[in-house]
């Protein structure tokens, strides 16, 4: 009988951001080193290392992009922009998108792009809100004068002082008179089916006011090759916790972005976190169209190639004040890839329950729960036979904080748990199974942490075999 047989919850575990590329990690430390190596370095990422790492990745990052670029083709070989066209006429909606795009000094050959990228698109309902934040080069808005002269669907608003992202983002969303508003960066090019998916996914449900799609990065030359592919999990407020993983290409209900106040200046360099965050609190329904539908160009001033570094301290502030909101207050920590909240004051009573069959299987259990618990508000319920008991209550008369219930030999697993359930004192009930044991220290604050999110009833951490 495995774990999760034994267990009275269906746990459901905890996903972290970069746990794909761990995944792709582990099976090349396998390839290379072999099962004990892949079991060293999980042991490593399990006391606190950020990822599973090995000394040189360059074959797993050009395995990863090899991929991503094989889905990228295999998505625009399917394009049949005849058959896309009269899809589009016989839709009930064709709503009018508004393009959101602060510009300050940009390069004029990716704002070029940029601008042709929507021109190219095969639903052609959008207009084009740009607003330049004070730029003391011209050339940019000059282009986009002379874009606006023969596109009626482009219009610039030139502010005399730079003034922020968010403000001039905001003032691009007053300019907006579309039903739905797109964000689109300065820098960045859309793919000509873009708009197609997203329209679709409209008239497919109705009710939705916030979708977002997959993307990848592309470099600063004209090359048409991805890396670092974002292929991305449906709405999850909780994994947004851990990182602002909805990235690009985004689209706003403009009703549910003007009701609750647009972009926040408080977050500049963070502000599409803290707006995602937020709006999605409010949002009905929140749509993952699953296709890469945006390039992310990776300029050294840009946040995709890791040239805003001053960000992270933004992109840690937005969970602190959407989990405050929430009644949780937390301090932020950040690992190389996610950010993760340390409860603020979390001292709830935890009951963890064991059902040893044998002394052995429980000796080594006790000692590293005792020793590698930093979590302090905590007790042992024991359910076991006499004997196993009699031992127990032996070898360890210094703990003041385990408790005992005597049963049958043949009282089965889940009805020691649940006997245990109703004489626990715990808030928090742990149901522990006796050859597992953990590897951090932390464990417990970790599983008692998730637990404060609102509609979260059972959590489990990563089991592994050290068998396999």
């Known amino acids: 009988m495995n774990l ?22 582990a099976i090349l430390i396998y390839k290379k080193e072999g099962l004990v190596g892949l079991k060293k370095a999980i042991l490593k990422k399990a006391v606190g290392n950020e990822v599973l790492r090995i000394e040189n990745n360059e074959h797993l990052i050009k395995e990863d992009n090899k991929f991503g670029n094989r889905v990228l083709r295999q998505q625009q070989e399917e394009i049949d922009i005849e058959l896309y066209k009269r899809n589009i006429a016989s839709w009930d909606k064709r ?50 004068e002379d874009y606006a002269k023969s596109d009626e669907r482009i219009r610039l608003y030139k502010s005399e002082k730079n003034r922020g992202i968010s403000k001039a983002s905001n003032k691009a969303i007053d300019m907006a008179s579309g039903e739905y508003i797109a964000l689109l960066d300065q820098d960045d090019e859309l793919l000509i089916d873009s708009f197609y998916w997203f329209i679709e996914a409209i008239n497919k449900n109705s009710s939705v006011d916030f979708l977002y799609s997959d ?31 909805i990235g690009h290409l985004v689209m706003y209900k403009t009703e549910l972005l003007k009701k609750y106040g647009g972009f926040n200046s408080d977050f500049d360099f963070g502000q599409d976190y803290e707006l995602a965050m937020r709006i999605g609190s409010y949002a009905k329904s929140i749509i993952h169209i699953p296709r890469i539908l945006y390039f992310w160009r990776a300029l050294p001033t840009s946040t995709a190639a890791g040239g805003k570094i001053f960000s992270n301290k933004i992109n840690m502030a937005v969970p602190c004040k959407w989990l405050k909101k929430q009644g949780i207050y937390a301090n932020i920590r950040k690992n190389m890839h996610y950010n993760y909240p340390i409860i603020i004051g979390n001292s709830k009573l935890v009951s963890i329950i064991e059902a040893p069959i044998t002394m052995n299987s429980f000796e080594n259990s006790i000692e590293d729960i005792i020793n590698n618990t930093s979590y302090k508000n905590y007790e042992i319920i024991i359910v076991a036979e006499r004997n196993i008991l009699l031992e127990i209550e032996e070898k360890y008369p210094y703990l003041i904080n385990i408790y005992f219930i005597e049963v049958s030999k043949d009282t089965s697993i889940l009805e020691r748990f649940n006997i245990a359930s109703e004489h626990s004192n715990g808030e928090v009930l742990v149901f522990m199974n ?27 951490p990563v089991i592994l075999d050290e068998k396999k």
């Open 4 to 25: 999760s047989q034994k267990v009275i919850f269906t746990f459901k575990a905890i996903r972290k951001v970069h746990s794909y590329k761990s995944i792709m990690n």
């Open 434 to 460: 006796s050859s597992c044991f953990p590897v951090n220290k932390e464990w417990l604050d970790r599983l008692v942490d998730v637990l404060q999110f609102p509609g979260i009833g059972a959590v489990s």
């Open 215 to 245: 993307e990848c990065k592309i470099r600063e030359d004209t090359s048409r090759e991805g890396f670092e592919f974002l292929f991305k999990a449906d709405w999850d407020p909780y994994l947004l916790i851990n990182n602002m993983f």
């Open 95 to 144: 709503p009018l998108i508004s393009v959101v795009m602060p510009i300050y000094n940009p390069p004029i050959k990716w704002l070029k792009i940029a601008i042709e990228s929507l021109q190219n698109q095969i639903y052609t309902n959008w207009e084009l809100c740009a607003v330049d934040d004070g730029s003391t080069n011209f050339d940019g808005i000059k282009l986009l």
